[in-house]
């Protein structure tokens, strides 16, 4: 109803059209949330190798066993959707030109992340974590911005890349 009333109006008021690369362009773009996923998927593979030490599973083990699973899944599809949208919305010709190599990285994290949900493989993770790191040491330094590495200060203690953001 209201989209035919807006119709009728925009053919008797000739509206100026507006256009932007996203829902809403407010430009927050920022990778830390598909590393917390990547390093919540290799915490998960961890504890998952743990549950899995023992030679049978009582009731309750196979519901942690369950929810582990479904975490390491879980933050696998926040991962991914996190990395599809800062490459589909913030990457655009100035930036993809300085790094040419954004389009196969991005194809390359969204295929190690299915290998990663497909399997309970702590070496498939760290692949992974390598490759969401590169993908954010490219979105910084596009920005401008310097980065470092350093260990996670939590399980499972790996090394991420960080923005230095000094005042």
Request: hydrophobic share 40%.
């Amino acid at each position: 109803m209201f989209y035919k009333l807006f119709e009728t109006l925009d053919t008797k008021l000739n509206f100026d059209r507006v256009s932007a690369h996203c829902d809403i362009p407010c430009k927050i773009y920022d990778p830390s949330a598909a590393q917390i996923a990547v390093l919540t998927m290799i915490r998960m593979v961890d504890l998952l190798e743990e549950l899995t030490t023992n030679e049978q599973l009582t009731v309750n083990q196979q519901a942690q066993f369950n929810r582990l699973v479904a975490q390491k899944e879980e933050h696998g599809l926040k991962l991914k959707e996190e990395i599809r949208i800062i490459w589909g919305d913030y990457f655009k010709t100035p930036q993809m030109e300085l790094f040419p190599e954004i389009h196969e990285l991005t194809h390359s994290i969204m295929l190690a992340c299915s290998a990663a949900k497909q399997h309970v493989d702590k070496t498939a993770t760290l692949e992974l974590l390598t490759k969401v790191n590169r993908f954010a040491e490219i979105f910084w330094a596009t920005k401008g911005v310097e980065t470092f590495t350093a260990v996670c200060p939590y399980p499972p203690a790996q090394h991420v890349v960080y923005p230095k953001l000094d005042s």
